[in-house]
């Protein structure tokens, strides 16, 4: 070890005294001050501006132009130079031969340089722990070790590309040869994982060998042992390439010994990496305060009930729009959104299946329009360079599983062990790929029995299956749509009235109905209001006197005329209806309405009034505006006719309840009701619209009622803790002063040394 020791010493001193070694370091310095500086004075400035701040240590660290993110962009270039007169120098100047003639052995001589090498990189991540300090000061509520995982990935990182210039440095007595060398390795390290990733076996090793993007979860705050182990393994590889290469030339062994070495430490590397990147074997540590890279404790308690086995099978329509997502080549990267699931649940089998079948795909229509659909797979197929004949053809898949009712999508069927099944979605929207929500509730709809919606039909009912502007499509049951109950957790059926509404049913829905219920719908409903059965009521314009027979029960009544606001840009009877402060306590759901600012467009809501003398305790949820806001009982033509507050007519200018939440307790049980002023705002038609300067968000509505409905059961609750780094113990002109001490005198003070040390070597 002593020996080891002196060669990194000497290496140290010969790199110390060279202007190669500050130069890296001065210009390291000044481009992460630049790094750190801007992004911790957007900050300041934000919050000047009166902003309000989110995960500051992580943006400031972590985030796409954070400081490590930078940082680890710049590595790549900085240690080709300083690696490539490790050995080359040596082999230039026939001073190796002085090391072979000294009882110094291969491996001594590697280490030592390698160990120069590691103590420089200490030196660098030095430099950005002055930062990390820094922000302990500047931040409020700093998270220090998430910013050490980052610190980690990046030495670690270093250490590697270190490793790597050693071997190139080994190969050849030419500097620039062993800096353009090294330089080449990193760009194949770095791209090979976009290589033969259609070739299933050579896929997996491409893509474990690729040391871009590796310290990106370090970056994150998320320590995994594959990507700790994938870095050992390669630095042990290079040293050891490093190794076989010296003793090739000091022994003079034969090219075909040399080079049988030279496979098996490869082959050996190659194990050990399938080894370690087993989800079996995977350990994770997730640094940040919040555990933001790991799953709640919600999706870990439905993770934890799934016994057995559980296998995700992913169909991929070449004919559909969101086939790419599937390819071969994408394989690699769609299996690691299921990471945060394969750490608790290792055993999940991923597959994949392709095919071809008619599919809603408008572009390939217009493409093709004279190709059959085997045609236009073919076609496809030889554009992405793949064999045709791994797709099936629609009668086969049809044997495996009937995708029909999913319009043939890129889906994915989810199937326990003990024949469970269930269906995981992609949506139209700009996310495309379900999140930690969508996927919890579909693996909860394998381990429990999920809330069944009943939507009330026979008197003209908004429709759950129509998908007309008026009806309820979107919200029940639309596949695409994010948001809709299926995809939530819940399932829906139609109920009628003329008979008992089933136990099985939790949630019932009735919507603007027309027509007046018989005497036996009227005991049957009461029968289901009297077993605590849980309901929402959607009221309309014109329709009080059916609906308020059904609300007045519970204390509620549906008031004659319709709610209007006075407004340019919208007819008088659009209401822009805004959270309450007590619908934070209904659902965290409504917290984020209401501090988001966010708001429920009601296209004609009649207003409601309500007493507590029924039992139900009573919050309203949404309310219209204080001002230039009434209900007007005159006024019937709202297009033509202009409408005004008539204070003799009973017309009061106020804020009225549009939605309500009412509550009794039923024995061990609560009962919920939601009651809704207005029908249209759950509708096909008004939670696809988007106005201008309307923030509205309706779809709220419907997640935060119902998950209220169900008793906190779905939508899935993925929240976690607000992140405490919400301020900056800053102000502008204090940050100015600090960008000139970052950026200036701090990367001075590193050249000073730097020249203070270059003068004294040449006056000795």
């Not at 549906?558 to 007819?571: A, H, I, Q, T, W």
Request: proline share 4%; charged share 25%; aromatic share 12%.
């Amino acid at each position: 070890m002593k020996t080891i020791y002196k060669i990194a010493r000497t290496e140290l001193q010969t790199l110390f005294y060279s202007p190669v070694a500050w130069l890296i370091l001065v210009i390291f310095t000044f481009q992460a001050s630049m790094a750190f500086t801007d992004m911790l004075g957007g900050y300041v400035r934000s919050q000047s501006l009166g902003y309000r701040l989110w995960s500051v240590t992580e943006g400031t660290f972590g985030g796409m132009r954070g400081l490590f993110t930078q940082m680890q962009q710049y590595l790549y270039l900085y240690i080709p130079l300083l690696t490539m007169g490790l050995m080359s120098r040596e082999l230039s100047s026939g001073s190796i031969k002085l090391l072979y003639s000294s009882p110094v052995t291969n491996t001594q001589i590697i280490l030592g340089k390698y160990l120069s090498m590691m103590i420089y990189g200490l030196v660098l991540t030095g430099i950005l722990m002055v930062y990390m300090i820094f922000a302990l000061f500047a931040v409020k509520s700093a998270d220090f070790p998430a910013m050490l995982s980052g610190l980690l990935g990046l030495y670690l990182l270093l250490c590697a590309y270190a490793a790597i210039g050693l071997f190139m440095s080994s190969v050849t007595s030419y500097q620039v040869v062993a800096a353009m060398g090294t330089l080449a390795i990193l760009a194949v390290l770095n791209y090979v994982k976009g290589m033969w990733q259609d070739i299933e076996f050579v896929r997996d090793i491409t893509y474990w060998l690729a040391i871009g993007g590796r310290a990106d979860e370090f970056i994150r705050g998320l320590i995994c042992s594959e990507d700790v182990l994938y870095f050992v393994i390669v630095i042990v590889l290079f040293l050891m390439l490093s190794i076989i290469r010296l003793q090739g030339r000091r022994q003079k062994t034969s090219w075909m010994m040399t080079w049988g070495k030279y496979a098996g430490v490869v082959v050996v590397a190659m194990l050990m990496g399938f080894l370690t990147s087993r989800p079996k074997l995977m350990a994770f540590y997730d640094a940040t305060r919040t555990k933001m890279r790991t799953l709640t404790p919600n999706s870990q308690d439905i993770v934890a009930r799934m016994d057995g086995g559980l296998t995700i099978t992913t169909f991929v329509n070449i004919l559909e729009e969101n086939y790419w997502a599937g390819l071969p080549r994408s394989v690699n990267d769609d299996l690691r959104r299921f990471r945060m699931y394969t750490r608790f649940k290792p055993e999940i089998k991923m597959k994949y299946i392709y095919y071809y079948d008619k599919a809603e795909n408008p572009s390939l229509d217009k493409s093709y329009p004279n190709l059959s659909d085997r045609g236009r797979m073919l076609k496809r197929a030889e554009i992405w360079d793949l064999d045709s004949n791994m797709f099936m053809r629609p009668e086969e898949v049809k044997k495996i599983v009937d995708l029909k009712p999913e319009g043939n999508r890129f889906v994915r069927l989810l199937e326990r062990d003990n024949g469970e099944k269930t269906f995981l979605r992609i949506f139209d929207d700009l996310q495309r790929f379900p999140f930690e929500t969508e996927i919890s509730a579909s693996f909860k709809r394998l381990v429990m029995e999920l809330p069944l919606v009943g939507f009330v039909k026979g008197h003209g009912e908004r429709d759950c299956i129509r998908e007309g502007d008026r009806d309820y499509n979107r919200f029940a049951q639309d596949k695409p749509f994010r948001h809709s109950l299926i995809n939530q957790g819940f399932d829906f059926t139609e109920v009628t009235l003329d008979k008992p509404i089933p136990e099985k049913v939790d949630i019932i829905v009735i919507a603007d109905m027309r027509y007046a219920m018989t005497e036996q719908e009227k005991a049957n409903l009461g029968a289901y209001i009297a077993r605590g059965g849980n309901l929402v009521v959607a009221g309309e314009p014109r329709r009080q006197e059916v609906m308020n027979p059904i609300v007045e029960q519970f204390g509620v009544k549906f008031l004659p005329g319709r709610l209007v606001k006075v407004s340019e840009n919208f007819d008088p009877d659009f209401i822009i209806a805004r959270p309450t402060k007590e619908a934070q306590d209904i659902a965290y759901i409504f917290e984020t309405l209401y501090r988001r600012e966010y708001v429920v467009t009601m296209p004609g809501s009649t207003a409601l009034e309500y007493t507590e003398d029924k039992g139900f305790k009573v919050t309203p949820l949404f309310v219209s505006d204080t001002i230039g806001s009434w209900n007007e009982v005159e006024t019937t033509d709202f297009l033509d006719d202009t409408v005004r507050l008539n204070p003799a007519a009973g017309e009061v200018e106020r804020s009225y309840p549009t939605v309500l939440a009412l509550s009794r307790q039923m024995g061990d049980k609560e009962q919920r009701i939601v009651i809704l002023g207005d029908a249209d705002c759950l509708s096909n038609g008004e939670i696809s619209i988007s106005r201008k300067d309307v923030p509205a968000a309706n779809y709220y509505l419907i997640s935060g009622s119902f998950f209220w409905l169900s008793e906190e059961e779905v939508p899935i609750d993925v929240r976690r803790p607000t992140p405490p780094d919400n301020a900056v113990n800053l102000g502008m002109n204090a940050m100015y002063y600090w960008k000139i001490v970052l950026m200036g005198l701090w990367p001075a003070i590193l050249a000073f040394f730097a020249i203070f040390i270059w003068v004294r070597r040449r006056g000795r």
